[in-house]
């Protein structure tokens, strides 16, 4: 079988994920996250992305609620996946009680957030968008809440971001993602659409963490 008949049969979850594999590693390997992830990066500086967190999902649960009653969409609607509550209590936590009139989205992320916007005219659009953030956090966001409670002591006060308490399994709920993937009644075209909207959704990450780099020295370990 050539390689191409083989990409062709392959299940669309992993056409997609091998699709944006690239621009996965350079969002996962930018500045900002090796700094953070090599435990440079000052609680403060941990607390300006979760800002833009707030921000980012914010834009996408408010597409969730709009898009619950989608033929298609709403199947990717999980209400224990919801983010915000715990992003709040977060910021509670890491900026104040006052944090409501003390955050400010980045440029790159109001930008992020009106992309996700703009994409979810669409069914499609708006699963690139979910499946970019959700599917990351359960799995490779665990690795930076083990690294900051060990580094910062933080228990769940600061990182209920990563925790997925609602949701079950981890490994049995991303099948069941990529299950629903495979089964949503895209064509080729539709198919080929979310996938750039899904590249789109990793820029757009990549625009916030570089954003974010540029002011890394005021916010290093000293």
Same mark, same amino acid.
């Given at each position: ?6 990409? %062709?049969?392959?299940? @669309? ?62 199947g990717f609607v ?9 992003l709040e209590r ?82 049995? @709920? ?5 299950a629903k993937l %495979? ?33 890394? %020295? ?5």
């Open positions: 079988m050539s390689v191409t008949a083989d990409l %062709d049969t392959r299940p @669309f979850s992993a056409t997609l994920r091998a699709s944006t594999k690239v621009l996965h590693e350079r969002a996962n390997h930018s500045r900002y996250m090796n700094a953070l992830l090599g435990g440079e990066v000052s609680l403060a500086g941990y607390a300006r992305l979760v800002v833009q967190y707030y921000f980012i999902y914010q834009a996408i649960e408010r597409v969730s609620d709009r898009m619950a009653g989608d033929a298609v969409g709403g999980f209400d224990e996946l919801r983010r915000l509550p715990s977060d910021l509670a936590h890491l900026v104040g009680p006052g944090w409501r009139t003390e955050i400010q989205p980045l440029a790159s992320t109001q930008a992020y957030a009106a992309r996700i916007a703009e994409a979810a005219s669409w069914a499609g659009g708006y699963v690139a968008h979910h499946y970019t953030r959700y599917l990351g956090d359960i799995a490779g966001g665990q690795i930076i809440r083990r690294l900051l409670e060990k580094k910062f002591g933080l228990g769940e006060a600061g990182t209920r971001f990563y925790h997925f308490d609602l949701m079950g399994s981890a490994p049995a @709920f991303r099948d069941r993602y990529r %495979d089964a949503a009644p895209w064509g080729e075209p539709e198919r080929e659409r979310v996938i750039d909207e899904t590249a789109a959704a990793f820029e757009c990450n990549v625009a916030v963490f570089d954003e974010l780099a540029r002011d890394l %020295d005021r916010y290093r370990v000293a």
